[in-house]
């Protein structure tokens, strides 16, 4: 995963451009000295001491010349390999770079066919060449020190010419000026002239800046400068976080990138339905920004089913409009797959807003006008089967699923009788015995009162016994 820098932003470019396989090379040492002057390629050629001339060249523009000197761009702490080999300032067998077609030295100057976005960033590179550097006074008779643009900004990188990485750290300057839209540019002319250490400091700049915004901008640069390790890395991250790319970025793509894109979804471990639904509205808009792409191809390009078996409501009818423009022709030859996207486009639709919205009537009526019309009918006929046969299709569903729903309230009901009946029985039982513990208890109760008279009757005989007894001894002692 990322890492988060100190300010707390949270950094995803490192998981996919690391700076493993880059060569790190640094330009060759230089004296310093406190006694200085100014020196740099933006001043006057005929006071700033140059001794060599660059010769800028585009398809577009006039040449541009810009005034260098010899020893900083070969010997200075941000050197050229190129220039360092050019000014034999590198032993050894001469470097591819030195024969390459687009970059052509004489005896005073050097001449450099570039694209235009690398003419415009140009001067950046000679900043970065020219930032830290010294010429010794054996060189131009006096000590002179170079200053590169103002605006340079410090970006802590380590030397390989150091065995202990935290001995030997020291600063790569590139330019604020430095962007999302000039980076790669950049990079390419670091790789150009052989400029290792500027490479590096891009490479760094570029793995914090790659994000889900920038993702598509990078991929595209890449794709434009052939630079495939940086499109790729760009490209696996835009796969693998679709859904939180920037929409307004993936918009910028050329469509044979977003082709190229949208075919990797399918290899990736992300993808989901609520993806398929994201792409569908991002292709939209897509179509929507370039209506110079709309064709039947691109259009079944950018929908493929494997990609996208979802598409939203909204894009739905989208497509459906885009499909009625179709060129006739067009629609002929892609008829199978249309018949596809159309009945995707339909079941979204359904599903979104019902099919009881759906009226067989006017969707009959409008093909019908249109087939006596003889206008588009063969299109006409494939939306309006395939909104029926969606719209068919949903309704058996609902009815299947409504049956089912009844089926289950009956097999309710049915329980719940079995339930009454027997909560009735067991009632009944209890009834039952309710009536048992009553005739019980009067039958206890009438005990009970026999008892009490029998007893009563006991005791009244006893005392009568008694009582008698007491008399008849009465009158004996009497008498």
């Known amino acids: 995963m990322g890492s988060f820098e100190n300010d707390g932003q949270y950094v995803v470019g490192e998981s996919y451009f690391t700076l493993d396989d880059e060569t790190i090379l640094y330009g060759a040492d230089s004296d310093e000295s406190d006694e200085s002057m100014i020196l740099s390629w933006r001043g006057n050629p005929k006071t700033n001491r140059s001794d060599w001339r660059l010769v800028v060249v585009t398809k577009n523009h006039k040449p541009r010349t810009y005034y260098v000197h010899r020893q900083i761009l070969s010997q200075g702490p941000q050197s050229s390999k190129y220039f360092r080999m050019l000014f034999g300032s590198s032993k050894g067998t001469p470097s591819k770079l030195l024969k390459r077609k687009d970059i052509t030295s004489n005896s005073s100057s050097t001449k450099i066919d570039l694209e235009e976005q690398d003419a415009k960033n140009f001067p950046d590179f000679l ?26 900004t410090a970006i802590q990188m380590h030397s390989t010419k150091s065995r202990s990485s935290s001995e030997d750290e020291h600063n790569i300057c590139i330019g604020e000026t430095t962007n999302t839209n000039n980076a790669v540019s950049l990079r ?17 700049f570029i793995q914090r800046d790659l994000s889900f915004k920038t993702g598509p901008i990078y991929f595209k640069h890449a794709r434009e400068y052939k630079d495939e390790r940086l499109a790729e890395a ?23 990138l977003l082709k190229e894109l949208i075919e990797s979804l399918n290899c990736s471990e992300s993808k989901s339905d609520s993806t398929s639904l994201v792409l569908s509205e991002v292709v ?7 209506p110079r792409h709309i064709s039947a191809a691109n259009l079944l390009d950018l929908t493929n089913s494997l990609t996208m078996p979802r598409i939203g409501p909204e894009p739905a009818i989208g497509f459906t409009a885009l499909v009625k423009d179709l060129d006739s022709k067009d629609t002929i030859i892609h008829w199978i797959r249309l018949a596809d996207l159309c009945k995707r486009c339909a079941d979204a639709v359904v599903v979104e807003f019902g099919w009881r919205e759906f009226s067989v009537q006017s969707a009959l ?12 009918s063969q299109t006409d006929s494939l939306l309006f089967a395939t909104s029926f046969a969606s719209a068919l299709q949903q309704a058996q569903s609902d009815h299947g699923s409504v049956k089912k729903r009844q089926e ?18 067991s009632n009944q039982r209890k009834d039952d015995q309710i009536e048992a513990q009553k005739t019980a208890l009067a ?27 007491m008399v008849s001894a009465m009158k004996r002692s009497i008498s």
């Open 127 to 152: 900043d970065y060449l020219y930032t830290g550097a010294s010429i010794s006074s054996s060189s131009c008779g006096s000590t002179v020190a170079t200053a590169a643009s103002s605006t340079m």
């Open 188 to 204: 390419h002319l670091s790789r150009l002239f052989g400029c290792e250490a500027l490479t590096l400091a891009i490479n760094k």
């Open 234 to 256: 760009a490209k696996r991250l835009c796969s693998e976080h679709f859904e939180e790319i920037s929409v307004k970025s993936l918009l910028q793509l050329p469509i044979d």
């Open 284 to 290: 939209y808009l897509y179509l929507e920004h370039h």
């Open 365 to 376: 009526n409008e093909y019908l006008d249109a087939a006596c019309a003889n206008r588009r």
């Open 408 to 425: 289950g309230l009956e097999k309710m009901v049915v329980d719940l009788k079995k339930s009454v009946e027997k909560l009735e029985r």
């Open 443 to 469: 039958e206890s109760r009438r005990s009970n009162v026999y008892l009490t008279k029998k007893l009563s009757e006991i005791k009244q005989q006893k005392y009568s016994h008694v009582t008698k007894r």
